[in-house]
T-cell receptor, first 112, second 115 residues
Framework: AQSVTQLGSHVSVSEGALVLLRCNYS??????LFWYVQYPNQGLQLLLK??????LVKGINGFEAEFKKSETSFHLTKPSAHMSDAAEYFC??????????FGAGTRLTVKP | EAGVAQSPRYKIIEKRQSVAFWCNPI?????LYWYQQILGQGPKLLIQ????????DSQLPKDRFSAERLKGVDSTLKIQPAKLEDSAVYLC?????????????FGEGSRLTVL
């Protein structure tokens, strides 16, 4: 079965700095990869997804992620952090059977 | 378009009591999921429905948890009897198709506290 590892349960950056949230996956079949964001007391919301095609995927709010098969990674980046980016971010992997597995999450803090 | 609706938002019970959570997915979404999210952890799939049939319930503690989706629309998740370790947020999600290249749409969750 597929699985996801998110490196770093907490990441803190200054406003305007680069955001890098790390995700590595394990899958026996070509994976579908996702990043979801969760704001306090809310459900998860899709940021971006990779299914097929271009390996650099752009999402909402200026986030992007690159699928690197050789490194089994799908790291999330944003060039310049904003205060409103403070939230919990979850990487997820899915297969053709619609079985989506989530990582443990990374809490992003943005300092003024 | 209305999102995924869940109720209640919050529930506090004592151990060994029972509780039920309700979910109404987005109209037309055939696939419905229940996830358990324990504080500090990612969501863990409990059960997945395709219309009114169960696709995956391998991680559902069947001795105390049950779920149904009788008419292929809304769903109920029940816990009986509850244990302290069941304290978590129970997230319901739906998607348009079973072949998940798409997006899961999540409700706001039902937060359960077991005392």
């Amino acid at each position: 079965a597929q699985s996801v590892t998110q490196l770093g349960s907490h990441v803190s950056v200054s406003e305007g700095a680069l955001v890098l949230l790390r995700c590595n996956y394990s899958s026996s079949v070509p994976p579908y990869l996702f990043w979801y964001v969760q704001y306090p007391n809310q459900g998860l919301q899709l940021l971006l997804k990779y299914t097929t095609g271009a390996t650099l995927v752009k999402g909402i709010n200026g986030f992007e992620a690159e699928f690197k098969k050789s490194e089994t990674s799908f790291h999330l980046t944003k060039p310049s952090a904003h205060m409103s980016d403070a939230a919990e971010y979850f990487c997820a992997v899915s297969d053709n059977n619609n079985d989506m597995r989530f990582g443990a999450g990374t809490r992003l803090t943005v300092k003024p | 378009e209305a999102g995924v609706a869940q109720s209640p938002r919050y529930k506090i019970i004592e151990k060994r009591q029972s509780v039920a959570f309700w979910c109404n997915p987005i109209s037309g979404h055939a696939t419905l999921y229940w996830y358990q999210q324990i504080l500090g952890q990612g969501p863990k799939l409990l059960i997945q429905f395709q219309n009114n049939g169960v696709v995956d319930d391998s991680q559902l503690p069947k001795d105390r948890f049950s779920a149904e989706r009788l008419k292929g629309v809304d769903s109920t998740l029940k816990i009986q009897p509850a244990k302290l370790e069941d304290s978590a947020v129970y997230l319901c999600a739906s998607s348009l198709e079973r072949a998940n290249t798409g997006e899961l749409f999540f409700g706001e969750g039902s937060r359960l506290t077991v005392l």
